[in-house]
């Protein structure tokens, strides 16, 4: 059990505890760091099937709302209104589903249905406008896509309500799709039981555009949070579900190594409002950082009077070398180390000069830019 913030901090690893990874991350990514991973999502029954997954969601979503009107007498918000029985017994139709009926509503949404559905178009504006006008879950992208809980539109018997405006941290778990809506709603029934607001996503699953047939992006659920205590009981919860049920456990994978890591299976990342999210300021003064310092060395002159000549794909053959127990001679591994002291110091000069107060630096301790005085508000500088 973490007790506070600062329990939590001091378990977190930063991308300075394993500054090679971080490193490599940076060097073969431009910004996109939840495409960079080598392990399969998909792998497992249904685990890519897009069909079931939105059909779950859906029927989870539905009975999750009807439930929790049902306890609280009818009244579906705060404003006291009272749900139509007519649109309690078309949501409850909907809970009923197969793969084809989902396919006749998605039709019916987008108007592709032939027959005369005027009505029922209307009560899927119904289901839109009470459980989520910010997402349209009857819709079906060749894509990715996200799909929402928000407890302030789920759930009328939680008090307190979490909104996006608010959010200042995120928490992330990378974990199979075999597993990634029974883990979703675990956690929801646990947060709904204890009436803990809440506001996640979850995406649905697709394929690799190079047909690798591996899942093209590794950030499946995330979780949103505006305190540090609610941070601190988000991430209780997800460690009681994953060490109660090993199958959970054994489905998630280790979270990039820009964020900072609880247990080896919780990411966490600062939140940075409308302007850019953590990821992509990590990953865009990072880049400049790399940048910078291999032009520094490169015009670094050595004690035999010659310049160094190195480049980001010789830098990255050095960290797999190292990382693979391969031989890396003294003068490379010198120069390995000169360019991650350089590099770090960069970073930190790239972040101040976006915005950040000069001594908002990134790793030097467990304070830093992840996770640096998270209840206050620092945006980026255009």
């Given at each position: 059990m973490i007790n506070d913030f600062n329990d939590l901090i001091n378990i977190m690893e930063v991308p300075e505890d394993h500054k090679d990874d971080f490193i490599e991350l940076l060097l073969t990514t431009e910004n996109a760091f939840s495409q960079n991973f080598d392990y399969d999502l998909m792998k497992g029954n249904n685990g890519g099937n897009k069909d079931t997954f939105l059909l779950e969601y859906i029927k989870f979503k539905i009975n999750l709302f009807l439930d929790n009107v049902a306890r609280n007498n009818?009244?579906?918000?705060k404003r006291g209104d009272v749900i139509d029985p007519r649109l309690v017994d078309f949501f409850k139709h909907?809970?009923?589903?197969?793969?084809e009926g989902l396919y006749r509503y998605l039709r019916i949404n987008i108007g592709n249905e032939n027959e005369n559905i005027k009505s029922t178009k209307e009560w899927l504006e119904c289901y839109k406008r009470i459980l989520d006008p910010k997402n349209d879950d009857f819709t079906y992208c060749s894509s990715h896509q996200w799909y929402y809980f928000r407890s302030y539109l789920l759930d009328p018997n939680i008090e307190e309500e979490?909104?996006?405006r608010n959010v200042k941290h995120r928490l992330y778990v990378t974990i199979d799709f075999k597993e990634l809506m029974n883990f979703t709603e675990d956690f929801v029934k646990e947060l709904t039981k204890r009436k803990i607001p809440y506001e996640l996503k979850i995406k649905a699953p697709y394929t690799r555009k190079d047909l690798s047939f591996g899942y093209s992006e590794n950030d499946v659920l995330v979780i949103y949070a505006d305190t540090e205590d609610r941070v601190v009981e988000y991430v209780n919860i997800?460690?009681?579900l994953i060490k109660h049920n090993p199958e959970y456990k054994d489905a998630i994978h280790r979270p990039s190594p820009h964020l900072g890591i609880i247990n080896g299976?919780?990411?966490y990342g600062r939140e940075f409002g409308n302007k850019?999210?953590?990821s992509e300021c990590i990953a865009d003064n990072g880049n400049k950082a790399v940048i910078k310092t291999l032009k520094d060395l490169n015009n670094e002159?050595?004690?035999r009077g010659q310049l160094y000549k190195i480049s980001a794909c010789e830098i990255l053959d050095i960290i797999r070398r190292r990382k693979n127990r391969q031989f890396v001679s003294t003068p490379e591994e010198d120069m390995y180390n000169l360019f991650k002291k350089d590099l770090f110091e960069n970073l930190y000069k790239e972040l101040s000069n976006s915005g950040y107060p000069t001594d908002f630096t990134m790793f030097m301790d467990k304070y830093s830019i992840a996770f640096g005085n998270?209840?206050?508000s620092y945006f980026i500088k255009k």
């Open positions: 009818g009244v579906y918000n909907l809970a009923t589903l197969d793969v979490l909104h996006s997800l460690n009681e299976l919780i990411g850019i999210s953590y002159v050595t004690s998270p209840e206050e």
